[in-house]
């Protein structure tokens, strides 16, 4: 999907240019990992031009405005950390992975990223995959070693062995349960995420659509491994889509949702889905915890994850697909959830 770029600094002009997006060219020849130079400009405040931190029960850490020369870099659309706060594993919607470790100060704000580096997907003869219907990814969970993506307008849901040097083709395809004529085109898989191990699910793996709408108008999500696998749906809130998904350590899931109008431009939100209303045949459902638009640091938010800093603060970090747009940025936001 395509949002225009947050702040004030939007123009009329750019809204009336909304929609349309610059797509990079696919990497030619023998796929391998590209080491990415990465610009990162600080953010310090949440509310533009305002010293807020604290924004209902989440507080603003900091965050990066991110630039690359290379033509690859960008269409951001999910990512998880496989050491928390730190390294990280994250797929492109235009069909690539990256990797890269994100740098703290002595005060625990974000101020940089290393490392980072991307490699086109490929097919099981290990040729880069060109059709960007094939490789829209959209969502990924990490265990074990393993990364669950979830893709649209090809839907399915596919298991790839984590290799930051080499990564091959799914090794395995699961069964989403959703009757595939019920996934709109480009409205599926945009939530891919592992159960909390100790809760009812026992760390089964839940994927939500983006808008995929049933007869009530509610948005189709599955449980699709556990002991309670089924159907269920989330209550959809307002004109608000989902664009990704986390279960936090008490059992909830929070999600990101977004919004977009020519009159209000983009907004972002975050959501407690009771964990309890996550159940085969249930309408979920659960309060907003913070709403955004573009008097605020966002864009076209796509990607969250949940993780536990060193110090035991329950940390939300969010990151945003500027869809190769000269309207659009590349973001990182961190914050810290207070339970209290």
């Given at each position: 999907?395509?949002?225009?770029r947050?702040?004030?600094q ?8 909304f ?5 990079p060219?696919f990497?030619?020849?023998?796929v391998?990992?590209e080491p990415?130079?990465i ?11 305002r ?19 290379s033509?690859d870099?960008?269409a ?17 919607d ?7 470790s994100?740098?703290?100060d ?7 990223i290393?490392?980072?580096?991307m490699q086109q997907?490929?097919?099981d ?12 990814a959209?969502?990924?969970?990490v ?8 893709f649209?307008?090809n839907h ?10 080499d ?26 995420t592992?159960?909390?191990p100790?809760?009812q ?7 939500v659509?983006?808008?995929?709408l ?27 889509d ?7 350590p008490?059992?909830d ?11 209000g ?9 009771y964990g ?6 249930a309408v ?16 076209n938010?796509?990607g969250?994850?949940?993780?536990t800093?060193?110090?035991g ?5 969010l ?20 339970e209290?």
């Open positions: 999907m395509i949002f225009s947050g702040g004030f939007q123009t009329l002009l750019a809204i009336a240019l929609g349309i997006a610059f797509s060219a990497a030619a020849g023998p391998s990992v990415i130079e610009s990162a400009r600080p953010i310090s405040q949440f509310q533009i031009g010293a807020e931190k604290q924004f209902g029960p989440l507080e603003f850490v900091g965050g990066l405005e991110m630039t690359s020369p033509r870099f960008g951001l659309s999910a990512f998880r950390f496989r050491k928390p706060g730190s390294d990280f594993v994250g797929v492109a235009t069909g690539f992975w990256f990797f890269g994100v740098v703290h002595a005060d625990k704000r974000p101020v940089g290393q490392n980072f580096r997907m490929v097919d003869a290990g040729q880069p995959i060109d059709e960007k219907w094939e490789v829209d959209e969502g990924l969970a265990k074990d070693g393993i990364a669950t993506v979830g649209e307008r399915r849901i596919a298991q790839f062995k984590i290799d930051a040097d990564m091959k083709a799914p090794f395995k395809q699961l069964d989403f349960l959703i009757p595939a004529w019920e996934l709109r085109r480009n409205r599926g898989f945009e939530a891919v592992h159960a909390n100790n809760g699910h026992k760390g089964g793996l839940v994927v659509s983006e808008k995929s049933d007869k009530a108008r509610n948005i189709y999500a599955a449980i699709i491994e556990g002991p309670h696998k089924g159907i269920f749906t989330v209550k959809r809130n307002g004109d608000f989902i664009t990704d998904g986390a279960f936090l008490d059992g899931l929070l999600l990101l949702e977004r919004s977009f109008s020519m009159a431009g983009v907004k972002m939100r975050l959501r407690r889905i309890e209303s996550v159940e085969k045949g979920a459902d659960g309060p907003v915890l913070m709403q955004a638009d573009m008097g605020y640091q966002i864009d938010m796509e969250l994850d949940v993780w800093r060193d110090d603060a329950l940390m939300v970090s990151v945003s697909d500027d869809n190769h747009s000269i309207l659009q940025r590349n973001l990182y936001l961190e914050f810290i959830l207070h209290d």
